[in-house]
């Protein structure tokens, strides 16, 4: 009797169990077919005891559904990592739009998270959106990435291109955009050369710069407030004071990184003016523009600011020719707010490749109108109302008094001249 209860019990739990345990079953039918050695059932609720081999064999039970596991999971990266060898991995780039404000510049850098730049959200949403394997993310190297212009903090870009290798997915920009806030959009793609490298192959890049045009009222005779309205004459003259760039010039008092006698510090300016302002919400603004084959770290911002100085009449024109001697200048630093990556040139790859009846030039002919509502949308809104709430251009006016431009007048003359930094100006 006490046999046949133990062979019924073992194929209870042969049929639950499953092939998984096939020892049980023979364990038990091992039994002497004795009725002492057949247990009473426990109790309802007790807890039963197991002896060390017993928790040994549940530990490795669980371990052996880890190690199942871990295999499945191989498995189907294994199967990802097929499907994606399937996809054909090409060299692009990329055209972009976005607002700079809240970020520390383009440039990202590993490690650094406190800082957030405008390229820690493009990778998350290239790995996110299945176009880069998320190794690449961690190494943007692995990928060959390259921008063509590093913007600083707050700065923000309606043109700006970055090259990089991806596996090109069916709805490659909609699924990026997808995982990107409203404020960075992917506005255009095309294939290139498997070289292509957007910064070594740019040959220029043009720049915006918006601001109130009450930067242009002077300190003596002028309103100083929104109110103001430039005259045909002032923006004349502005002008006539910006065309003193055009050409190649030592900028080194134009950025804290060079020394005058550096030959990285000659840069060539192709052209620079300020367009008709135009009135927002009350307040006038107008934009210049620059274009130039390179510029240094805040080199245009304090073109800029020192053109700003000269027309309010805390400087004198001479000032500009003054800077690009070896003597050390003064020129103050203009926001960063109103400074804009418009756009970005290649013209000598295009001429190479760009009718070669295999690559697509670069001139975004086909994207201009969404560049154009994308400034509308997000970058000169931002603008404006930043300007309106925080008034940075405004406070920055205030600190042009504190500027000493007549140093270099004395230094000019041989009055009290300072030693030449090889360091440039400092910010």
């Not at 009797?1 to 209870?12: E, K, S, Y």
Request: aromatic share 8%; charged share 25%.
């Amino acid at each position: 009797m006490a046999i046949r209860v133990v062979r019924a019990a073992a194929g209870a739990v042969r049929r639950a169990c499953g092939p998984c345990s096939p020892s049980l079953g023979p364990r038990l039918l091992r039994l002497p077919p004795m009725a002492g050695n057949v247990e009473a059932p426990a109790p309802v609720g007790a807890r039963p005891e197991r002896d060390p081999k017993a928790r040994g064999g549940w530990r490795g039970g669980a371990r052996i559904w880890e190690e199942t596991e871990q295999q499945a999971k191989k498995l189907r990266s294994a199967s990802d990592a097929e499907q994606h060898r399937k996809l054909p991995k090409r060299k692009i780039v990329l055209l972009m739009g976005y607002s700079g404000k809240g970020y520390h510049g383009m440039q990202r850098n590993v490690g650094s998270s406190q800082f957030k730049t405008i390229e820690d959200d493009l990778v998350s949403a290239l790995v996110r959106s299945g176009c880069i394997p998320e190794n690449h993310g961690e190494d943007m190297r692995k990928m060959s990435f390259q921008r063509c212009a590093r913007t600083d903090k707050g700065v923000s870009a309606a043109g700006q291109v970055v090259s990089l290798k991806v596996w090109l997915i069916d709805d490659i920009l909609e699924k990026i955009n997808g995982h990107l806030p409203p404020h960075i959009r992917i506005l255009g793609l095309k294939r290139v050369t498997g070289g292509f490298n957007s910064k070594n192959k740019c040959d220029a890049r043009t720049y915006l710069y918006m601001l109130p045009t009450f930067a242009f009222a002077h300190k003596d005779h002028d309103v100083q407030d929104e109110s103001y309205r430039l005259s045909a004459d002032t923006l004349r003259r502005v002008n006539a004071l910006l065309a003193c760039y055009k050409g190649t010039h030592n900028f080194h008092n134009f950025t804290s990184q060079k020394g005058p006698r550096e030959a990285s510090a000659r840069r060539y300016i192709l052209d620079m003016f300020c367009e008709e302002p135009f009135v927002r919400e009350g307040m006038e603004f107008a934009v210049i523009k620059v274009k130039g084959q390179s510029f240094m770290t805040h080199q245009i911002r304090k073109m800029v600011g020192l053109v700003v100085a000269v027309i309010k009449g805390y400087a004198p024109e001479s000032l500009l020719e003054r800077s690009w001697g070896e003597a050390k200048v003064d020129v103050p630093k203009a926001p960063g707010l109103g400074l804009v990556l418009e756009r970005v040139h290649f013209d000598k790859y295009n001429q190479r490749f760009g009718n070669d009846g295999l690559h697509e030039p670069l001139d975004w002919t086909q994207e201009e109108a969404g560049v154009a509502a994308f400034k509308e949308q997000h970058i000169y809104p931002t603008i404006i109302g930043t300007e309106r709430q925080e008034r940075s251009m405004a406070r920055w006016l205030g600190t042009l008094p504190v500027h000493d431009f007549d140093a270099t007048a004395h230094a000019a003359a041989g009055l009290g001249a300072k030693a030449p930094s090889p360091l440039g100006d400092s910010d």
